[in-house]
């Protein structure tokens, strides 16, 4: 009862503080967690903010499904399934021990369901169901997994299945998942799954799913991810939130006590509100100037950014930030939306940091005839 109550308080200070602004004096406190590994890191960048034996080989528990979701994500975007495919389980789903949503051998729901029940509830067996709606095994999916590992440039992550239950061969790392994170937020679908507190329409609420990452109610701007528990790999958490611009990815591993992944992760994430900023150059969408047509329908077109684009800041650091638009001269219809035409170029004291495309905002078809006969006759008369 009383390390309960310990507990209880260490949460309720935590939570507490994410709502004063951070002293300099709180920002140079150095960060300690009693995770075995975690990584802290910049989800636009990439660059790790702060790193605890990050490399470290860990058994991922279900946060092994992060990568599962990824890969069905891919197949929906790819359009090798669909979200209203029916899935029906299979036996070897049916068979599947730990949290799942008790599916029967022949039981179908859409793949929309089935993932809202892996991304909320953490069922296994719907991610046996779903691996082999997708990839027609269990074993093909996993493949599909590593291969996506590799291609990330992942050491050290291997999977030997897609549900994160313990097995000979089946790791990451903290600094792994937190890439598989980032390459999961491409897909703005899979944060809305994992953003989801409560699911209560399956079989009209048997079960209820209730989200496990407690983070959604407990720290402002949580919007992701999975938590994981065996007695392998004790409390894991890689979790996304965003506050003013700045979006952070962290993932933590081996922590030992009950909801401990949850104190340790806003902990870091305290610390990393505190120390870093994001200072925003560009808005995907923002209009950056015009360009010139030859030969079409406008005399002109409107370029925008292709996405947002910004600076990783250190508080209390002033850096000078630059902004360079280059655009032709003149672009001959016909042009299409989204063409390329440009760019946009950020450098921070002076050393370039990185180029954004700048793309038609709308097409311009090739003009008629009978319009670039007016416009020669002008051209004369002027």
């Keep these: 009862m009383r390390n309960r109550k310990i507990f209880a308080l260490g949460v309720t200070l935590v939570f507490l503080l994410q709502f004063f602004p951070a002293t300099s004096a709180r920002a140079r406190v150095p960060l300690e967690t009693?995770?075995?590994?975690?990584?802290?890191?910049?989800?636009?960048?990439?660059?790790?903010?702060?790193?605890?034996?990050?490399?470290?080989?860990?058994?991922?528990?279900?946060?092994?499904?992060?990568?599962?979701?990824?890969?069905?994500?891919?197949?929906?975007?790819?359009?090798?399934?669909?979200?209203?495919?029916?899935?029906?389980?299979?036996?070897?789903?049916?068979?599947?021990?730990?949290?799942?949503?008790?599916?029967?051998?022949?039981?179908?729901?859409?793949?929309?369901?089935?993932?809202?029940?892996?991304?909320?509830?953490?069922?296994?067996?719907?991610?046996?169901?779903?691996a082999e709606h997708i990839s027609g095994s269990h074993e093909a999916f996993v493949d599909l997994m590593n291969q996506k590992g590799k291609s990330l440039g992942l050491k050290n992550t291997h999977f030997v299945n897609a549900y994160g239950l313990p097995a000979e061969g089946h790791y990451t790392s903290a600094y792994d998942v937190a890439q598989i994170s980032r390459e999961a937020l491409k897909y703005p679908e899979l944060l809305k799954l994992t953003a989801m507190k409560h699911y209560y329409k399956l079989r009209g609420g048997r079960p209820k799913l209730d989200n496990t990452n407690k983070m959604l109610w407990w720290y402002k701007g949580t919007d992701g991810f999975k938590t994981g528990w065996t007695t392998e790999a004790k409390y894991c958490l890689a979790s996304t939130v965003k506050r003013e611009g700045l979006r952070l990815i962290c993932c933590v591993f081996g922590v030992p006590e009950p909801r401990g992944h949850f104190r340790e992760s806003m902990k870091i994430y305290n610390w990393g509100f505190a120390n870093f900023g994001f200072q925003e150059a560009v808005q995907a969408g923002q209009v950056m100037g015009k360009v010139p047509v030859g030969k079409g329908a406008a005399d002109q077109v409107e370029v925008v950014a292709s996405r947002n684009a910004g600076v990783l800041i250190k508080k209390g650091e002033d850096l000078e930030v630059k902004t360079e638009v280059t655009l032709p001269s003149l672009a001959t219809a016909p042009i299409s939306t989204g063409q390329p035409l440009g760019e946009l170029r950020i450098t921070v004291q002076g050393q370039l940091l990185e180029k954004v495309p700048l793309v038609a905002k709308n097409s311009v078809p090739k003009g008629s005839f009978l319009r670039h006969l007016d416009k020669s006759f002008r051209a004369l008369v002027l």
């Design 34 to 130: 009693n995770a075995a590994s975690a990584v802290l890191m910049d989800a636009y960048s990439g660059k790790i903010l702060y790193a605890k034996n990050p490399h470290q080989r860990v058994a991922p528990a279900s946060v092994t499904k992060v990568m599962t979701l990824l890969i069905a994500m891919e197949g929906i975007t790819k359009g090798k399934v669909k979200w209203d495919d029916r899935v029906v389980a299979s036996e070897a789903a049916w068979e599947l021990g730990g949290s799942q949503i008790w599916l029967e051998p022949g039981e179908e729901f859409s793949l929309r369901e089935m993932m809202i029940a892996i991304a909320v509830g953490s069922a296994n067996d719907a991610c046996v169901a779903v």
